[in-house]
Structure formats: structure tokens, C-alpha cells
């Protein structure tokens, strides 16, 4: 149970207490509170429609076109006759071709100053632990091939391969012509090689029109077979043509 506490009993308690009440200031009006009303008024009763009340319509000629309300610049102003002519003096004319150039003409102008004085890239530089700063081609740190013992010479492994070729070239001579000699070979001749390219190439055209006419779905293992004969027979025909394509002297065994 809570306990209420009251204020302490007075004697000044019971004398009759008068109120006593502030007066507050008169609230600040100004003087143009009604020239302001009147005007809010008049202005509401003109713009009770849409937009102001007289308004210049346009004619249905003029509507609104694309890029209408976009700023213009102002028109150029061609310069007035009179000071276009106002210069009276003339550049000198574009000389001729038969003009001769004047010769002898001597200047005041240092050449090798005015190129000394344009800025030039800086030169990369690199220090050493010591603090020493040098220019880093200098320094050796970048690889210099001209400077090498080698430079500018075949290198070994491109020798011997040419030695190699050189040597398997004159072995393969020696080989025809101890052939020749034994009459085991002879030079086959430019119209028997063309007819019997002929001969191939209208072989392999049979092959492929028959290769064009197998079926689309190989299921089963005598048409698996089969395509793959085709494909292993071309294959071969294509090889021998680049052959006879490829080298003009073929030499064939003589029976």
C-alpha cells in the first residue's frame, strides 16, 4: 500500500490569495496587411481559369515545331566594305617556279644554342650500394649483343643441320646415280606423269561419289567398315597426288 504524502500544514494557507495576471504585448500587425489582402483578392479572381484571363492564342499554323524552344546563337555579321579595305597593305606574291632562291642571306640566330636549350628526355640511371649513380646503359646491367663473342655468326646447331641436308642431298645423288648406271631406274617423263595424275585424280572422284551416296547412320559394323575403307583409300589418293603435284623428277624402277 502506497502512502500519500501532503504538504505540511500553514496558517498562511488559509488567508485569501489574489491572482495575479500578466498582460502580454499587442501582437505586431503590419501596416500593409490590407493592401496585401485586397491585391491576393483582385489576383484570384483574374486567374479563376486556366492560365490568365486574356491571352494571345496562336493560330493553328504556328504550332510547335522540333527544336523551337532551343537557344539560338546570334547570326553571323558579315565586317562592313570599309573595313575589309581598310588594309592597304598587300602580302608579297607566291614566287614562281623560274624564281631563283635568293642566295647569300646571312642570320644573327644560333642554331646549336636553340637546340641545346630544348629539354631532353632524362636518361635512366641506376646507384650502386656504395651511393655512386651512373647511367644504366653504362653500368652493365643491360645486356650489350653487340659486344658478344659470338655476335653475328651462324650458330652451331643451324651448321650441322645444313651439313645434314648438304650430306643427305649428295648421298641420294650418289644412290640415282649408281641406279642409273645399273640401268635399275629410269626418269620417268613430264606426259607419263601428268597421265598418271589424271588417273588418280579421276580415282578419287569415283571414291568420292561413292563416299557421297553411304547412308547417313552407320549402324552396323559392315557400313562402319566400309566408310572407313573409303576414308583410308582417299586419304591415300590425296597423298600420292600431292606427291606427283609436289616434285616435277620421279624416278621409277625398270622391269
Known sequence: MSEVVYPPESVYNSLPKTEVRTQKPQRYMSKFRPTVILEEKANKETMRTMGPAKVEVASPDQYTKKHLKEPKLAKK?????????SCTVKKPPVPARTDNPPMGIHTKRDFIKTTTLVPMK???????????????????????YLKKKDYGEVPEYLIQRNEEKQRAQEDYENFVKEQKEQGAIKLMSDMERQALLEDLKKNWDKLHHE?????LVTDTLSKKA?????EAAMKQLEDDIDLFQKFKTIYIPNH
Not at 555579321?77 to 579595305?85: A, D, L
Not at 563416299?211 to 547412308?215: D, H, P, T
Open 226 to 230: 566400309h566408310k572407313e575403307q573409303l
Open 77 to 85: 555579321t558579315h565586317p562592313s566594305k570599309e573595313f575589309c579595305h
Open 211 to 215: 563416299y557421297q551416296g553411304l547412308s
Open 122 to 144: 632524362p636518361q635512366p640511371t641506376c646507384v650502386d650500394s656504395k651511393g655512386h649513380k651512373q647511367r644504366l646503359e653504362n653500368s652493365g646491367l643491360v645486356p650489350k
